[in-house]
């Protein structure tokens, strides 16, 4: 069945690690997005990408990177230089259309808890 | 700067009242407002408005957009311990979707 899945759901790693966040979806979505949720904060966007091959930086981008060379998946790469980088990581995907007005809703996957100690 | 103010931030109320919960924003290029509920993982959509005036009903859910005074309400009547959660407001303006941080609803028994 259609869903987005992210994997690992927990994951530890030690300050000063890369580390890379897996997203697939099969819901043949254009857009895909990436948030990061803080305790008693709203979402937050890191990146999205409207089309393979092209993605955009959100509004908390410094310290994160990713890629999207397929259509199915948008991974996340945390970089060392990611100075706060524990919390809840969502990712995203949603039907696009290119210019003009458009809505939609944004449909996400059960996330992944990164710890850095 | 675009923003989305949700209030209140959390709501403790027994099963069987009935709720209101609040979305206000100031962004540019407004497209459409969105609910989402989140319980300790995934949001999950719940209404996307995009007219004024026009109420969007889902059993014991509804929800109505004000675009001349820029606020949303989402509605939850006769309230039950399984409508515990975290409530997400977010406006669509461009692109991406901006979030407010949510009004967390306890519902006790």
């Known amino acids: 069945d259609g869903g987005i899945t992210q994997s690992p759901k927990y994951l530890f790693r030690k300050e000063g690690q890369n580390v890379t966040l897996s997203c697939e979806q099969n819901l043949n979505h254009d857009a895909m997005y990436w948030y990061r949720q803080d305790p008693g904060q709203g979402l937050r966007l890191i990146y999205y990408?409207?089309?393979?091959?092209?993605?955009q930086k959100g509004d908390i981008a410094e310290g994160y990177s990713v890629s999207r060379e397929k259509k199915e998946s948008f991974p996340l790469t945390v970089t060392s230089a990611q100075k706060n980088p524990t919390a809840f990581y969502l990712c995203a995907s949603s039907t696009s259309t290119s210019g003009g007005a458009y809505s939609y809703e944004q449909y996400f996957g059960p996330g992944t808890r990164l710890t850095v100690t | 700067e675009d923003k989305v103010v949700q209030s209140p931030l959390s709501l403790v109320v027994h099963e069987g009242d009935t709720v209101t919960l609040n979305c206000s924003y100031e962004?540019?290029?407004?497209?459409?407002l969105l609910w989402y509920k989140q319980e300790k993982k995934a949001p999950t959509f719940l209404f996307m408005l995009t007219s004024s005036g026009i109420e969007k009903k889902s059993g014991r859910l509804s929800s109505i957009l004000d675009k001349k005074e820029l606020f949303s309400i989402l509605n939850i009547t006769a309230t039950q311990t399984g409508d515990s959660a975290v409530y997400l407001c977010?406006?669509?303006?461009?692109?991406?979707?901006?979030f407010g941080k949510g009004t967390t609803l306890s519902v006790s028994s």
């Open positions: 977010a406006v669509q303006a461009g692109t991406a979707l901006i």
């Open positions: 962004v540019t290029n407004f497209r459409s």
């Open positions: 990408s409207q089309i393979v091959n092209d993605f």
